[in-house]
């Protein structure tokens, strides 16, 4: 059962309530409701790949409307992912979450019952927007909610579960599909919801910034003193001039790479005008007094390198898989369900040894897995060319996947460990958040960018022999990317200091990010792990 609290210095919130253990039945609870509703946004990033072919020919959809029904998800929530930790520091963290879910859930109704191939779309979009609220939301309830000697545990479980699911969904998603139809893929968010929003307002305990603040002034886990090394006091105002540029720079863009093929006045004008938004953005963040994203943390030029390596890593990710799934079944002649299972090894090699890759790197340095993994995935992606009509599956694809998904391994938590020891402990869950959000935003661009870089007609998906040609040409180009990304870490990335902050999340199956991680506090150094931090998911 839940442990009384006795005093702001055994890390329980300061307004005296009990510090949830996981082996209470608050605790199996809240464990319950985070990984329902992480699950939800993690799902939908990565099964909708499995449904496009079947999307497109029921809809009658263009390749492009096919790219904005992945694009209008992933847009709206890398551009607002870090409001949405921000929201829940200040309004409530449940209850942002549970807002998130309910918008969630809400969106995938309409996406189920969409008439067409547009309404589809700006269900995405208002998709992406429930996933900034909840994906933060989640990881943010949990440090919140838990007793320090359970906190590490707790996130393990839903690291863990949260992997199982972004494996198992590619599988689903394919069954799904080829049984009672592609709209099931997002109305089955609907039954999810039902259980997690009752579960989270019986059992989830609220909590804002201002109480982890007061905790660690109190002297909880940051230590005496703790409140002057973070952040200080909860920020009155919310950046939403900040968030908006950036989504309306990343919004334009993509509109200029997906409708260039079709030659139109606006491409040049919309392109223009995304780099003025995006130059508006980093001229808003520089004068802002509460920036969403701090121009200051990339003043660590091991933050800034480590990025830059992100960008090309799920750049060449976001590509590869938007384009295998389509590429198994329109040229290899795969069912949805084949497709998807055919997936697996990726994911299901990420949950079982992310952990140990992290370990391995903590022992070698960043420097070597940085090098090594995006190489491995090149050769992985350049295994795929041998991916055609009539394809072997054992032969031809696994092998690919199989070298991928070391390669996966390999990089994904070192990535992550390094993002995290390229900053001060007191913005560990800013960093995590933009490196969050640039990978999600490197994958938007290069499904974007690729059909029109290797020369994809609007019809391709419908014929075999066009997008196998242009497949042909877009892995290589996925592979340079990575050899690019492999480079400029050897050149880059040095070891961290001694002591430094050891991600949280240790397994890992996500294909579309690397994982999230809370904000620590004063006191979390140290090979062990952190024992405390403030609650914050993405915010710094």
């Known amino acids: 059962m839940a442990v009384p609290a006795r005093d702001a210095s055994d890390g329980r919130p300061a307004d005296g309530r009990p510090a949830v253990r996981i082996a209470s039945p608050t605790g199996k609870w809240v464990l319950l409701t985070t990984v329902l509703g992480s699950s939800m946004a993690l799902l939908d990033s990565t099964v909708v790949n499995v449904a496009l072919p079947t999307i497109g020919r029921d809809l009658d959809a263009s390749l492009a409307a096919l790219q904005w029904t992945v694009n209008g998800y992933m847009l709206s929530l890398a551009g607002l992912i870090l409001l949405g930790g921000s929201l829940g520091d200040r309004f409530g963290r449940r209850r942002i979450f549970v807002l998130g879910v309910v918008w969630f859930a809400a969106a995938s109704l309409l996406c189920g019952l969409a008439p067409n191939v547009g309404v589809l779309i700006a269900a995405r979009v208002l998709q992406g927007v429930g996933g900034a609220l909840l994906t933060p939301g989640s990881l943010a309830i949990i440090q919140a909610s838990f007793h320090p000697d359970d906190r590490s545990r707790a996130i393990g479980l839903w690291s863990g579960f949260g992997g199982v699911g972004a494996a198992v969904g590619p599988f689903l998603g394919g069954w799904l599909v080829d049984g009672p139809g592609w709209r099931w893929v997002f109305l089955l968010n609907i039954p999810v919801a039902l259980v997690c929003v009752p579960v989270a307002l019986r059992h989830v305990p609220e909590s804002t910034g201002d109480t982890a603040r007061a905790t660690e002034s109190a002297g909880g886990p940051a230590g005496a003193g703790g409140a002057e090394r973070g952040r200080g006091p909860a920020p009155r105002r919310f950046d939403v001039l900040g968030a908006v540029l950036g989504a309306l720079s990343l919004a334009l863009v993509t509109y200029a790479l997906i409708e260039a093929p079709n030659g139109s006045v606006l491409v040049p004008v919309t392109a223009v005008a995304g780099v003025a938004a995006g130059v508006a953005f980093v001229y808003v963040e520089r004068r802002r007094p509460d920036p969403m994203m701090p121009l200051d943390i990339f003043a660590s030029r091991q933050f800034a390198a480590v990025n830059l390596v992100t960008l090309c890593v799920y750049a060449a990710f976001g590509g590869f898989f938007f384009l295998t799934a389509l590429q198994l079944q329109v040229v290899a002649g795969y069912s949805a369900l084949q497709a998807g299972t055919a997936l697996l090894p990726t994911t299901a090699l990420m949950l079982l040894f992310s952990a140990r890759s992290g370990e391995l790197s903590q022992r070698i340095g960043p420097r070597i897995p940085l090098t090594v993994g995006p190489l491995l995935c090149a050769a992985g992606m350049l295994l795929m060319l041998r991916v055609g009509q009539g394809a072997s599956y054992v032969a031809d694809v696994l092998p690919a996947l199989l070298v991928m998904g070391l390669g996966m391994v390999t990089l994904v938590a070192p990535l992550t460990a390094t993002v995290l020891a390229s900053v001060d402990t007191g913005r560990a869950g800013l960093a995590s ?108």
Do not use: K, W
């Open 433 to 540: 958040g933009i490196n969050n959000a640039a990978a999600r935003a490197a994958g938007l661009v290069a499904v974007a960018a690729l059909p029109l870089l290797t020369g994809m007609g609007p019809e391709a998906y419908r014929s075999a022999d066009a997008f196998d040609a242009a497949f042909r040409r877009a892995m290589p180009l996925c592979a340079g990317v990575l050899v690019v990304g492999a480079v400029l870490a050897f050149t880059t990335v040095r070891r961290p200091p001694p002591g430094c902050l050891r991600p949280e999340c240790r397994s890992h199956g996500s294909l579309t990010a690397p994982p999230l991680e809370p904000e620590r506090s004063r006191g979390t150094l140290g090979t062990e792990g952190p024992r405390g931090s403030s609650p914050s998911g993405t915010t710094g």
